[in-house]
């Protein structure tokens, strides 16, 4: 049994060595689809099961406009905000079909367009929600009411609560489904 458990908190801390892309390590500056690629490619790396899968592909960028999952480039450009929301979807697209993702992401990009920081704020949770998740599960004392008191304290915005537990609700599945995945590939 104890083989096990340490095998579990191996993955663990190895899970835990998955960061999310830093707000300030996105590009300022708009990027063409290539440009965009790449860039997800490098940062998102860690989170692939295998070597061979992508992070995302024109053909995904390309559905996910289709879908409206974010407004279009601008002359073939992509900006921080397309960026930032390709990064959510990609940890979406794991657990929730592109229309749950379309629901969620909708009143975002409503917001967003009336205030431009307002997904940067999201952005900054989405971070922070993925960071406890991890502690939560390396520490193994954390319970999820903390942290929905986490985000029932964050924001007065009702809206914005319920996104940010679907987020949550999210992040953790895409943790427990990464760990299984890794167990899978160890023993079978």
Aim: no cysteine.
């Amino acid at each position: 049994m104890l083989d096990f458990e340490n095998a579990i908190d191996n993955l663990l801390k190895d899970v835990a060595k998955y960061e999310t892309i830093d707000p300030n390590d996105i590009p300022n500056i708009d990027l063409y689809m290539d440009q965009v690629t790449t860039f997800m490619e490098k940062n998102l790396k860690p989170y692939k099961r295998n070597d061979e899968d992508k992070v995302l592909t024109k053909t995904m960028i390309n559905n996910y406009a289709k879908a409206k999952l974010f407004p279009p480039p601008v002359k073939k450009k992509y900006t921080k905000s397309h960026i930032i929301l390709l990064i959510i979807i990609y940890h979406l697209k794991s657990i929730l079909s592109l229309n749950d993702i379309n629901k969620v992401l909708t009143p975002v990009i409503a917001e967003t367009e009336k205030n431009p920081l307002f997904l940067e704020e999201v952005y900054a949770e989405f971070i922070k929600i993925q960071q406890l998740i991890t502690k939560n599960a390396i520490d193994k004392k954390a319970t999820d009411l903390d942290l929905y008191e986490y985000i029932e304290n964050s924001t007065q915005n009702e809206k914005v609560k319920y996104i940010l537990s679907v987020i949550f609700l999210v992040l953790r599945a895409n943790l427990s489904k990464s760990i299984a995945e890794k167990l899978i590939d160890m023993n079978f």
